[in-house]
């Protein structure tokens, strides 16, 4: 059984739209994380968030909006999109918030048009 | 802020062979280093880490030194195997929360 889910696995948008990207993890981990990858920037760290408290914000954009409804849940909700935004962003988790061994998600693949 | 570089973009050795990857940083205050592999199509899979209060640290046929005076960590993988092809990504991240900074990847790439 997959430990973290993301959904969708693939997402087309049209610019200007909002689109939020969902991920759950079963490991019982403290920690979740996003990240993003595209061809620009093969990996960036987005977010990190511990207990369900937002930790550290490396996105200068207020246009990405990272929500926890539960400690296992981190879902990122993405405004106002542009063609820049195609990427792959993948949700991580790790039992502490110090980032030790972190699990992967299989990402989401958003393509903005 | 960090940046990590990472010295090879593609690295081709045959099976058995040793490889080695590079990666250097800028931020002195970097104490946590760990290394992911990405399969092609796949997503990350934590391979190994080292922090800075050791030099060296070995997982089976992985290990990592670090150069703290250098700012410079490596990773070594013996008797390579095809299934270590993959991108290899390196990471530094400082004390305190983590906001991991990463290199661009290397490809390796095992001729069987």
């Known amino acids: 059984d997959p430990k973290i889910i993301q959904k969708p696995k693939y997402l087309v948008a049209v610019t200007g739209s909002e689109k939020i990207l969902i991920c759950e993890q079963y490991?019982?981990?403290?920690?979740m994380y996003w990240y993003r990858q595209s061809a620009k920037k093969p990996l960036e760290f987005m977010f990190s968030?511990?207990?369900?408290?937002?930790?550290d914000n490396q996105t200068a954009s207020s246009r990405f909006q990272p929500q926890s409804s539960k400690k296992n849940h981190l879902d990122l909700q993405i405004t106002a999109l542009k063609p820049d935004d195609s990427a792959t962003y993948f949700c991580?988790?790790?039992?502490?918030?110090?980032?030790?061994?972190?699990?992967f998600g299989p990402g989401t693949r958003l393509t903005v048009l | 802020g960090e940046k990590v570089e990472q010295h090879e973009s593609t690295l081709s050795v045959r099976e058995g062979d040793s490889a080695v990857i590079n990666c250097t940083y800028t931020?002195?205050?970097?104490?946590?280093f760990p290394w992911y592999k990405q399969e092609a199509g796949k997503s990350l899979h934590f391979v190994i880490d080292?922090?800075?209060?050791?030099d060296r640290k070995q997982s089976q046929r992985l290990t990592v030194l670090l150069d703290k005076k250098a700012k410079r960590f490596s990773l070594h993988i013996t008797a390579t195997q095809p299934e270590d092809s993959a991108i290899y990504f390196c990471?530094?991240?400082?004390?305190?929360?983590?906001?991991?900074?990463f290199g661009k990847g290397t490809s390796l790439v095992v001729h069987p």
């Open positions: 991580a988790s790790s039992q502490d918030d110090w980032g030790r061994e972190q699990y």
């Open positions: 490991l019982g981990h403290n920690a």
């Open positions: 968030y511990s207990y369900q408290k937002l930790m």
């Open positions: 931020d002195t205050a970097s104490s946590y």
């Open positions: 080292i922090r800075s209060n050791v």
């Open positions: 990471a530094g991240a400082s004390g305190g929360n983590y906001k991991p900074t």
